[in-house]
């Protein structure tokens, strides 16, 4: 069984490119480019993880972040944080609210994502 992720990623070109970088790498990607879309394809099937940005239409990350965590089907699912946002207190907030990690897009290359 292929190990799937969904990327919540509303910019464009990040998404394909770390989409591509993810499926080079054997692994299954779903695309969701706002957190309204990203709860529906949650409905339809579960990844094994998820790459979440903050800054996002609609639903921030950091509110999407929490709504999964609160719900029990979901909750287990491990949540990477990829956002340009950086600061101490934004990175405590992922974190506080579920996130396993918090990487900053300016600090990793597509493909040392896939390798975290």
């Not at 790498?25 to 339809?44: H, Q, T």
């Amino acid at each position: 069984m292929a190990f799937k992720v969904l990327i919540i990623e509303d910019d464009q070109l990040m998404a394909s490119l770390l989409s591509e970088k993810l499926r080079r790498a054997g692994l299954i990607i779903a695309l969701a480019f706002d957190g309204e879309s990203a709860l529906r394809e949650l409905d339809k099937e579960l990844p094994d993880i998820i790459i979440l940005d903050i800054i996002l239409p609609g639903i921030n990350g950091f509110d999407f972040l929490a709504k999964i965590k609160k719900d029990e089907k979901l909750r287990p699912i491990p949540v990477i944080i990829l956002s340009n946002l950086g600061s101490e207190e934004e990175i405590q907030t992922g974190i506080s609210l579920g996130a396993e990690d918090y990487l900053i897009k300016a600090h990793f290359m597509p493909s040392e994502v896939v390798e975290k």
